[in-house]
């Protein structure tokens, strides 16, 4: 059995040097990957990746995740050459839909094409391929050539998706997927039957992609405080995730009451409103001891990934510092 990967996830809102140092601890403590979200209005991500790269020397790399329908799929590839190149070799790509996209007015029809599309392309590109990608949405002509190093393997490909087309689609073409804003170990079985669907088509083996599964994280010594900033920070990504959870059955108006709040601006308000046992399906929180038998489940589940997300801590340095000397350690793998 392929050993879990232990991860953390990054938003990209930190000042220059926050991510070289938070980077280099996580390393230290044994972390193994190292990803920075793409949210929407947030920085993007190539510029704390590279910082992050320079700053370590094992730890694998990558957005989680770049969005095709905001950023062309030919930069994306360019983006990803950079980072492989300054991490040597390190670097993986993550690519999904994304959401909240409206309110920029992108028009977000046939996601599972433009993912589809969006790999064949970024993989011709680096891989040196001049035959050409035919394509609807994003075609390469045929002797189209980069005109810089390529990396002496393609990254691995990673999809982001709630959605059983699309988790399809990654048996099909990816190495991994994430659901993120999940700490539910149902959701790995839910994924491996929906990716092995997609491998087979693909002549794949039904494991061939790896399931990674992530979200908000907040470990302290005061469990009680760390269970309570968990609630305030995930309280905006329960109001789109929790409802396409399939294995999941939430109290009555919940959903409804939590986004009326965080629409209003009361994310703390939001929070309080959200049950223990619907918090533990979506965010990582407590003490290190608690943290640490949240993920040990998903490890159990099969997970290739446990990624925990910002803000990990009561502040950052002592989020990193807890989950790579009090939580890794307990975390059978």
Known sequence: MTRCEIGLGLQSDKAPGDYARLAAAAEEHGIDVLSVFGDLLYQPPLVPLLEMAAATSRVRLGAACWNPFTTHPYELAGQLAALDRLSDGRAYCGLARGTWLG???VDQRRP?????????????LLSGDEDGVEGSIYPLAPGT?????????VPPVLIGTWGEQTAALAGEVADELKVGGSANPAMVGVMREWTAAGARRAGRPDDAVGIVVGAVTVVDEDGDA???RARTEVAMYLAVVAGLDPTVTLPEGLLEEVGAKVA????????????????DLFAFSGTPEQVAAQAQLLVD???ARVEFGTPHGLTDDRGVELLGTRVLPLITR
Request: aromatic share 2%; glycine share 10%; no cysteine.
């Open 301 to 303: 589940a099969g997970a």
């Open 145 to 153: 050539r980069l005109r810089y190093p390529l990396p002496a393997a």
């Open 264 to 279: 209003a601006g009361d994310d703390a308000g939001a929070g309080a409103a959200v049950p223990d046992d619907v918090l």
């Open 226 to 228: 760390a269970r309570a």
């Open 112 to 124: 599972v094409a433009h993912l589809r599309e969006a790999v064949a392309l970024v993989r011709a």
């Open 103 to 105: 309110a920029l007015g």
